[in-house]
């Protein structure tokens, strides 16, 4: 079983989220999302992709769009109007009811572009009336095999991690995330799952931040010197999410420091759009984000040749955006089409937090969740190599950057359940306790002044156990105890028996000596109680029997040979032409160790 993943956008780039996983026979679209730098067909992910005939009801079980910004759910009006998908699409509550604002206000603003229209009002709607609302930690099943289950992601208002569960294979695709809290919004949180798959954002791959506080400072020192000063602050961001943030940090400021400069936003209905030609300072909220387009970028022309103005930017803006432009080195002059020029004079001030989760989250959620893979999306391509290395070094995790349009294929869980015997059962319930004593230094065990060691018992149960698994066609698998097997196969015990026959030198004493043949001088239990008293010198283990023509140790039996053509004889006497007697050794295999270190003590030894 293996898990496809085909990335349609956001690989390797930030811009038009959107991978198609195939998981165990099911297909689903994460994010749907377009690309705020291009115009051309670039702008949408590459649907032919799903389906060459465009059948995509069939090629896919299900869309799930994990927050309201652009660059996830921008082309699924597209998808759906246009392109004709008719299937279930997921997202949460909060995503579907504001969602529609999102695309409604994109919408305007590729019309006063004069660009082609993609999507109409309509369009939306009736793409709205399609999804499906789901509540954050609630079980969702798709079908009877694909379960979804949507975690708060913090981000922005509705934004979700996707888990998704097919048979035993499992995956989790994050959207954009955030690991600490910020002034409106908490921390992601989600349970820790057994995954095959994790795919995760990497907007700041390389970015660990400090202190919130200290970058909020920054922020609002430069929008107020600017308005001291009496110039206007252009904010330029998408109706929801980073606004709501910012708005409450500066009403906030605004209060402490009593100032009555003007604060406007954009979005709201009916806004008088001549005020932003009104003498004096002033602090304006303008959609869209990142200078894309519309009323941000209208303002941003009349306001951007004046060194008194500030425009603020957010921590990353996509590249082909203005915002993108101002950020990348300090240009005097940004040209908006041919015949259209801007003077670039005002002050640049770049956010420096952010809704995105950075390095240090990034990591800290690939090691909860320990997922047996991780892909990265929706970042920049050096610094997800740099994450990608990190994931793979420091975790032991398989990960993945793949491109555009490329396709990343692991293997995916499946568990064989099994039937177990009641001897196998049975036989796990023996403990194997292990005592362990260690020395703490307890506080409350101290005396006044003398401290005194307190060692403690540890008991722990490492429990191994052993059975054999059978696979038999047609049946369900069982583990059995290895005691079952025989009669399970009906098949009889066989015993693996080692035998080594093995010359040991005799004392070349006086009396020996005049002795012709040894056995004739000494009978053989004699010779075994010789062998028995230096065994039980030197043994440090095993039960020493004498058995009067024969020693046992355990499973290991020696007797003094007296066959010349003993199969088990290597050489047929001592190399060193000393006299020696023969014994013949066997044992079975369980005893191995035992027998060798015997046979060894025999081997230098004298009789
Ligand atoms: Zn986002
Ligand atoms: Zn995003
Ligand atoms: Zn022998």
Known sequence: MAIDCLVLGAGQEVGKSCMVVSINGKRIMFDCGMHMGYTDSRRYPDFSLISKTGDFDNALTCVIVTHFHLDHIGALPYFTEVCGYKGPIYMTYPTKALAPLMLEDY???????????????????????????????????????????????????????????????????????????????????????????????????????????????????????????????????????????????????????????????????????????????????????????????????????????????????????????????????????????????????????????????????VKFLSPKHAILVHGEKPKMATLKERIQSELGIQCYCPANNETVTIPSTHYVKADASGTFIRSCLNPNFKFSTRSSTDKSYLDSNKSKAVSRLSVSDDRATEGILVVEKGKKAKVIHQDEILHMLGEKKHEIQFAYCIPMPMARTEDLSSTSHMLCGFDKSTLISRLSMILSDELSEGNILDLGEELQVESFRVSVCSSDNCPHRLSSSLQNGSESVFFCCNWSVADEKLAWKIISIMKNSTL
């Open 107 to 365: 919408r305007k603003n590729m019309d006063r572009r004069g660009e082609d229209e993609q999507f109409t009002s309509d369009h939306i709607a009736e793409c709205m009336k399609k999804v499906i609302p789901v509540d954050l930690k609630q079980t969702v099943q798709v079908d009877k095999d694909l379960q979804i289950r949507a975690y708060y992601a913090g981000h922005v208002i509705g934004a979700a991690m996707f888990y998704a569960k097919v048979g035993d294979a499992a995956m989790v695709y994050t959207g954009d995330y955030n690991m600490t809290p910020d002034r409106h919004l908490g921390a992601a949180q989600i349970d820790r799952l057994q995954l095959d798959l994790l795919i995760t954002e990497s907007t700041y791959a390389t970015t660990i931040r400090d202190s919130r506080y200290g970058r909020e400072r920054e922020f609002l020192k430069a929008v107020h010197n600017c308005v001291a000063a009496g110039g206007k602050v252009l904010i330029p961001t998408f109706a929801l999410g980073r606004a709501q943030e910012l708005c409450i940090l500066l009403e906030d400021y605004w209060e402490r420091m009593n100032l009555k400069v003007p604060i406007y936003f954009s979005a709201v209905r009916n806004f008088d759009r001549s005020l932003i030609n009104a003498p004096g300072p002033c602090v304006l909220f303008a959609t869209p984000g990142m200078i894309v387009g519309g009323f941000s970028l209208e303002v941003f022309m009349q306001w951007a040749p004046s060194e008194n103005n500030l425009v603020t930017l957010p921590g990353y803006c996509v590249a082909g955006t203005i915002g993108h432009k101002l950020m990348s080195g300090k240009p005097t002059k940004i040209d908006l089409d041919k015949d259209t020029q801007i003077n670039v004079r005002c002050q640049i001030h770049q956010l420096s937090f952010s809704p995105h989760t950075d390095a240090k989250g990034i990591m800290d959620l």
